[in-house]
């Protein structure tokens, strides 16, 4: 399968950014503007449950970033600031001034840039387990980096790829086999290889961030939702000691006006797993 021929139950739009760029997001609806940022590895398929009831109130562009889903492959840095301007490219191409993010991991980690970066074009932030409080050692990182490499995500076998999906989900949902299911069928793509070198360069994106050391710098206001049965955040590969309480606090000791909401019987996926608690605390944060 070719990143193309993924099923989206979306209708996308191409936007070229510039010459060999060009991201595939969805337009829809009216009202605030609400951009949508998935995580390491993900796509707009990751907001399957949430852009149809959130359109009929707001203006939602969900995007696939560059190297993922059905956005070009070609390679960048794969850093926090690359896909922050990204964004705002993006919303200049698209006529559209200030605007609302929803972000979730790793997309928290960017909206958490952005609010930082432009805080003129950044209204409020709606964060789904997001990265961002975690500072690595130059130990950390290498393990870091050598577990999510290249090769790594190259060569992963069908159960390790399950895997690496499952474990973002306190109790898997059944209409969430599709995640699984289109990771094993991309390894046959042409361009899978740009992919995942992506994905490597993003993980050591997130990772040699700047934003732990400046989220106290973060103005716009917050709501952060997490799973209680999170096994990704914090990061228990590195930081068995960081305990998500712990974690949590940090949001709070430096972010001046933040919410954070904890949903029972979640994981990492809040967005997927409590759709309906996550559709409606959204829409009440942003209006």
Sequence with gaps: MEFDSLQYLFPVIKTQIEPG???????????????FIHGLGSYIPAWNKNLTTLSKHLRCIAIDLPGYGKSSKSLHTGTMDFYAELVIKLM???????????GHSMGGVIAFKLAIEFPDRVNK???SAPGGAEIYSDDEKLLVENFISTERMINNDDNQIRNNVLVNFHIFPDDAWFMISDRIAIR????????AEIIARSASGVINSDVPFRLSEVKSKTM????DNDKLIPNRFVHPELTPEEMINIFRLNIRSL???IYPDCGHFPQFESPNQFNRDLLNFIL
């Design 21 to 35: 760029l060009t991201i595939v997001h969805t337009d829809m609806g009216d009202g605030e503007p609400v951009v």
């Design 92 to 102: 200049d191409k698209l006529g559209i001034g200030k605007f609302n993010i929803c």
């Design 125 to 127: 932030l709606f964060l």
């Design 188 to 195: 046959k793509a042409g361009e899978f290889a740009a992919h």
């Design 224 to 227: 952060i939702i997490f799973g």
């Design 259 to 261: 919410h954070i909401k």
